[in-house]
């Protein structure tokens, strides 16, 4: 009987740690596509419709996405990216964005920041000169990772979907910011691609 119960028992450790989340090492290397450096053009855009009933913080977005929006672009930030791998499970990046100014001039902005697997969960940390940016993730076939946040004061809502090939990599994306409606569709669209030096 005693036989029996440790059986049991040990049965039930079993199923127990298979039913745990994913650990570190199902995503080791997750990141290593984007090892390297990268040059493109982010594009921010504004739903001209501004926001409005259905397509409520959408999920399966993709460049067509955007092209069957009534969008206008608001803002072209060039983008300069170095990504490197320092683990399975740790990278760190370093960014310049270059945003032009009203008079013609360039104002450069330089961050840095990682990405990392910490308890079988995806993390991203960039820190800008006034703000540090935390998105959670989850990986995807096909070298997908998919970005999000939700902060409440302020409000600021965000959901990327990002594709890495060997050539180049794109993100597509919506927030939700300050008085926006997050029970109405996005007003700010997103899409940035970049190509590999």
Not at 142 to 160: A, C, D, H, T
Request: charge should be negative.
């Amino acid at each position: 009987m005693r036989c029996l119960s440790f059986l049991l028992v040990l049965i039930g450790i079993l199923s127990a740690c298979n039913s745990q989340e994913p650990t570190n090492e199902a995503y080791a290397h997750v990141f290593q596509p984007l090892d390297g450096e990268w040059l493109g053009k982010f594009i921010v855009y504004t739903d001209t419709l501004g926001q409005r009933e259905g397509n409520v913080q959408p999920r399966d977005i993709n460049l067509s996405s955007l092209q069957n929006l009534p969008l206008k672009v608001s803002l072209t930030i060039d983008v300069w990216q170095v990504y490197t791998s320092e683990s399975p499970y740790f990278q760190s990046v370093h960014i310049i964005d270059s945003y032009p100014q009203p008079d013609g001039s360039i104002r450069k902005v330089e961050s840095r920041g990682y990405n990392k697997v910490e308890k079988g969960k995806l993390m991203c940390e960039v820190n800008k000169p006034d703000e540090q940016v935390i998105h959670s993730g989850t990986s995807q076939a096909g070298n997908v990772i998919i970005w999000q946040r939700s902060l409440k004061n302020p409000m600021k809502i965000e959901y990327f979907y990002e594709v890495v090939d060997t050539h180049y990599y794109s993100i597509v994306g919506w927030g939700y910011y300050g008085d926006d409606n997050p029970e109405l569709s996005p007003k700010t669209w997103f899409y940035g691609k970049y190509e590999r030096q």
